[in-house]
């Protein structure tokens, strides 16, 4: 039997299905060797000659393919159709050949298809080729590269810039866009504006609104109302005249659907949609596409194969209508120059399968099916027919003059299945507006305006919080009809990692395959955090970027990095020599990297320190010098690093330990004296971690003064000296337990308030009651904290202690549980019938519960005590029996009164 190789266990297992007995389906487990992480596994000094590794893991795979040949002299490479595909069946090739696995003789064929179906996977079987050496290069050069610059640039920031953990060809581009429009944010500079609008009703008693688009004769642009008084003219000028329908305007439109998916754009429309990663993403389709529902998923191309194009055709016709389907299928083509991966789109397998008749049970696979799936059968919709109108209603002075704009469907076309999601929103009216007549009048509406505003014109704190407008203002008029809203610019938005992918397909960083990888590399790192599915630099993350920026310029340019993908599409196509794009790389980053290497840490740190200056330094309102210590007045400010990431500390430490975070300037008004405790001054500071306070400096007697983070929720605006010595003072002593004398005391950690007894901690739920909290609450606490921990069973009381088993023995008791009070014995739980009082229960009643649940739960009983065979065995065991029998009751009772001491020392 030949012997077929494809790369997962879910995929060999559905091409086996298609292939039957006659062939040995066996899976790779993706790639099988790999460089050494070591220096030296690229050799530039001899034609950049490369050792390769079989990794352990794949040691038992690469010699289950082996032992399989043996039986069978033919192997057929069916791995994946993208570079790494191809990469994977020429390292399995070397591999076996290597060990002799693979002979002279060996047949050995290379087949793909980009969808595993029946069908495809039947013609690439009769279509084989041989391994595509140009992209086995394309892969081997690239291979080359990132390894090149990863194990030469990464020990380079180890040195020096301590805390910087690694630098890559694509992913310091890719941390280069998110610092810098992070920069960009800080930079920004809000202008105020404002708009009017009217809300106006038909004679027939139908509102509409309209916006301000002249003044005085002239026509109003976006900044043209610079502040409120502007506007409250504006408002005036608009209420105190009779308005009138100028003129209507009707114009038919057309929407044409978005193309079919390729890997970005499935990234970008799954992250709108579903809040889903890039990573999360592709690994939910990897497996759609391992179950032969999907297409090959890493594709930069965009066009669909002829009997998919009819199939879909088929599809909507069926469930839609004739209506639906255009005269002439609609022809995508790929936006790539040079598309080196699959270069069909992502689609269905399977046009007539939607998500509901597959029947998947994962969530993740389900939605972004039913996503492929939408897309698909739109592509190949006819346009949505839309009827855009405009309203133009004036003054009889031509002073003012106001525009509504509303549109109507009027065939809905592929929206009827499928609408592409926006990354930011648009300012767009998509409103329908009532019938409306040129000439006729244009009154005022009495319902009004202003829901969100008060009186005095402030926006609503809800409206606050969704709109995120803080400035939100108003000036209202005309009886509340007219309203003038205050707007400020905006900044650019920070990345999501859908509009991230969208910015490097733009400028050609990367390919399909890469993306995920990238993306989850620059947050493992610690050099972006996600928050809100922002993309946020950390202070690690900029002081990387500015370091490369510096000293390694052109290897994070944006023009070098597309050129150096378009040279490596070349190799693809055979048409350049990888190892000449190599050598060519090699001499001037060899060079970059010698010269960088002979600087001192301060060196860096001072060419950092300039060119951050403007975002580590910005003007101060007093006029002060920006680089001066706000907390001593003396030593200046100067960029250091850590372990832990880049921040601005000053020259005069130890003397002067202040600290603040490289991000923002917001720090800076937090450090202040508070006050003195005796001889001690107690600071506000600002650190790496955030605030805190401190009592008194460092020096040789005290290399670390005693200091206290701000807890959740306190405000460093909001400190003053009691606050600061309160929290100095903590851990606070409670008092002592009941038990055994022990202190217990209370304070605030690295996971919030909490009480302490020995080693055992309790949380607690509010700062406050850590200053506030008693010994009984406290032992209180603590014992609900053992009994959680010791699954309930240390700290539980009996509502009714009814005696032992009869027949059994073992106590039983009632006790009060989650769900109700029920009946215990052993590890036996009976819940008491609905409406029974746990005082009324009698040992009888709780026998024939507990054995009940016992015999439906299978619960093994012991044997009944039977007291003469109990003597016979005493009789033969001799001491040995007695002894053990003597230490049961003993350790009962023992249990009964630690208990009973606990459950009286948390009711005091």
């Known amino acids: ?219 109003l642009n976006k900044y043209d109302l610079e502040n409120e008084t502007q506007a409250e003219m504006a408002v005036q000028a608009v209420a105190s005249r009779d308005l009138h329908v100028k003129s209507v305007e009707a114009k038919p439109t057309t929407r044409n659907p978005s193309a079919p998916f390729m890997t970005s754009t499935l990234q970008q429309e799954a992250s709108r949609k579903f809040g889903m990663g890039a990573k999360q993403c592709m690994s939910t389709a990897q497996r759609l596409y391992e179950a032969g529902h999907i297409t090959y998923m890493r594709t930069d191309g965009i066009d669909m194969a002829q009997e998919a194009v009819h199939a879909a055709r088929d599809a909507i016709k069926a469930r839609y209508g004739d209506e639906y389907v255009p005269s002439s299928p609609r022809i995508y083509k790929n936006k790539a120059k040079n598309a080196q991966e699959a270069h069909e789109c992502i689609r269905p397998t399977d046009m007539a399968a939607d998500a509901a008749s597959l029947r998947l049970t994962d969530q993740d696979q389900k939605k972004l099916y039913d996503l492929i799936w939408k897309r698909t059968l739109a592509c190949q919709m006819e346009a949505a027919r839309l009827e855009r109108t405009t309203v133009d209603i004036g003054s009889k002075d031509s002073q003012v003059e106001l525009r509504a704009t509303g549109q109507v469907v009027l065939f809905d076309g592929f929206i009827r299945v499928y609408e592409e999601g926006r990354d930011e929103p648009q300012d767009e009216d998509d409103s329908r507006l009532p019938q409306i007549t040129e000439g006729e009048p244009a009154a005022f509406a009495r319902t009004g305006l202003r829901p969100e505003f008060d009186k005095a014109g402030q926006k609503d704190d809800a409206v606050i919080e969704s709109t995120g407008d803080r400035n939100g203002k108003a000036v209202i008029g005309g009886g509340d009809a007219v309203l003038a809203l205050q707007h400020h610019t905006q900044p650019p938005p920070r990345y999501t990692e859908a509009t991230l992918v969208k910015k490097m397909e733009e400028l050609g960083i990367g390919r399909p395959s890469t993306y995920a990888s990238v993306l989850s590399t620059i947050q493992d790192r ?50 350049r020599d990888y190892k000449e794009l190599l050598s060519k790389f090699w001499r001037d980053f060899s060079a970059a990297i010698s010269e960088t290497s002979e600087l001192r840490i301060a060196e860096v740190l001072d060419v950092l320190d300039d060119a951050l200056a403007p975002q580590l330094y910005p003007p101060r309102e007093n006029g002060k010098d920006p680089r001066a210590c706000p907390l001593c007045g003396e030593g200046s400010l100067h960029l250091k690093t850590s372990r832990s990431g880049g921040f601005v500390g000053c020259s005069r430490y ?165 769900y109700g009070p029920y009946v215990k014995w052993e590890k036996v739980n009976a819940t008491l019938p609905k409406g029974t009082e746990p005082a009324d229960v009698t040992l009888e009643e709780a026998v024939a519960l507990v054995d009940e649940k016992a015999a439906k739960s299978g619960a093994k009983k012991k044997a009944p005590a039977k007291k003469a065979a109990a003597k016979s065995t005493a009789a033969k065991k001799g001491t040995t029996t007695k002894s053990t029998a003597a230490k049961k009751p003993a350790a009962k009772k023992s249990a009964s009164k630690t208990t009973t001491a606990k459950g009286k020392a948390a009711g005091g």
């Open 1 to 219: 039997m030949p012997v077929v190789v494809v790369e997962s266990p879910a995929k060999a297992k559905t091409i086996n299905k298609y292939l039957g007995s006659d062939y040995t389906v066996l899976a790779s487990y993706g790639h099988v060797r790999d460089l050494p992480a070591k220096d030296g596994s690229v050799d530039p000094e001899h034609g950049f000659e490369m050792t390769w590794e079989i990794g352990n893991d794949s040691k038992k795979h690469v010699k289950a393919i082996a032992d399989a040949l043996k039986d069978d002299n033919a192997l057929i490479l069916a791995t994946d159709p993208d570079r790494e595909g191809e990469a994977i069946s020429w390292h399995l090739k070397e591999a076996l050949t290597k060990r002799k696995s693979i002979k002279k003789d060996t047949e050995v064929r290379r087949v793909t298809f980009n969808a595993i179906t029946k069908a495809a996977v039947a013609e690439a079987m009769e279509n084989p080729r041989e391994i595509d050496a140009p992209l086995v290069e394309a892969y081997l050069a690239r291979r080359a590269l990132d390894y090149l610059v990863g194990f030469n640039l990464s020990p380079v920031l180890w040195r020096k810039l301590p805390g910087a953990r690694s630098a890559g060809r694509v992913q310091s581009v890719c941390l280069r866009l998110i610092v810098e429009r992070e920069l960009e944010i800080e930079a920004f500079d809000p202008r105020e504006y404002w708009s009017v609008k009217a809300l106006l009703s038909t004679p027939r008693g139908q509102e509409f609104e309209a916006r301000l688009t002249m003044l005085a004769g002239n026509k």
């Open 526 to 575: 610690e050099y972006v955090r996600k928050d809100k599915n922002r993309l946020i630099p950390e202070d690690k993350g900029r002081i990387v970027t500015h370091f490369l920026l510096n000293f390694f310029k052109r290897y994070v340019e944006y023009d070098f990095t597309a050129a150096l993908e378009e040279e490596l599409d070349d190799v693809s196509a055979g048409e």
């Open 654 to 818: 130890p003397e002067c330990r202040y600290t603040r975070p490289i991000g923002g300037d917001a720090a800076e008004a937090q450090d202040r004296v508070l006050g003195y405790d005796g001889e001690d001054e107690i600071t506000l500071r600002s650190g790496r971690f955030g605030p805190y306070v401190q009592r008194g400096e460092a020096s040789e007697e005290v290399p670390k003064p005693p200091r206290a983070s701000l807890p959740k929720g306190w405000a460093p605006d909001a400190m003053d000296l009691e606050k600061a010595l309160t929290l100095l003072s903590l851990p606070r002593q409670v008092g002592t337990h009941p038990e055994d004398g022990e202190p217990i005391e209370a304070g605030i950690g690295r996971y919030g308030p909490y009480v302490k007894h020995n080693k055992l901690y309790a949380n607690l739920k509010e700062v406050d009651e850590v200053f506030e909290i008693g010994i009984n609450r406290a032992v209180d606490v603590l014992a609900e904290k053992a009994a959680r921990r010791g699954g309930g069973r240390a700290a539980a009381k009996p509502l009714k202690e009814l005696g032992e088993h009869p027949e059994q023995g073992g106590a039983i008791n009632v006790l009060d549980g989650r």
